[in-house]
């Protein structure tokens, strides 16, 4: 069974900074796209921030130049360093990964979510 585990959220000044991370254990077999996605309070989840396994990126509009997302695909891990927070960044903060295991096809899995709070 695949688990994705999120750490790094918390309570931020605008202007500030955070960095998030996310880990996969289980019996994985291989892992293609990892990303970041966001859920705000009344709101849909939206795209954050995608890499593949070969690390191209996809960022949505509202965070590009401020959020960086990387990958260790050794260590099945996934990043998303943000600078220059802003209130309107406040959400739940979920990774994902596309993975395949020993018993499975890819798949997309969740992490259960590290909630981001921009305020002063």
């Known amino acids: 069974q695949v688990q994705l585990l999120e750490s790094g959220g918390g309570l931020v000044q605008p202007g500030g900074f955070l960095r998030l991370s996310c880990v996969a254990s289980?019996?994985?077999?291989?892992?293609?796209?990892m990303g970041w996605y966001r859920q705000a309070p009344g709101k849909q989840r939206d795209l954050v921030a995608t890499v593949t396994r070969d690390h191209r990126k996809v960022y949505a509009d509202s965070v590009k130049g401020r959020f960086t997302i990387s990958r260790d695909s050794a260590k099945n891990t996934v990043y998303l360093q943000m600078i220059d927070l802003k209130p309107n960044d406040t959400a739940v903060y979920y990774c994902?990964?596309?993975?395949?295991?020993?018993?499975?096809?890819?798949?997309?899995?969740w992490g259960k979510g590290t909630l981001v709070t921009v305020s002063s």
């Open positions: 994902y990964m596309n993975i395949a295991t020993y018993a499975r096809d890819y798949t997309n899995y």
């Open positions: 289980g019996s994985i077999l291989s892992i293609k796209t």
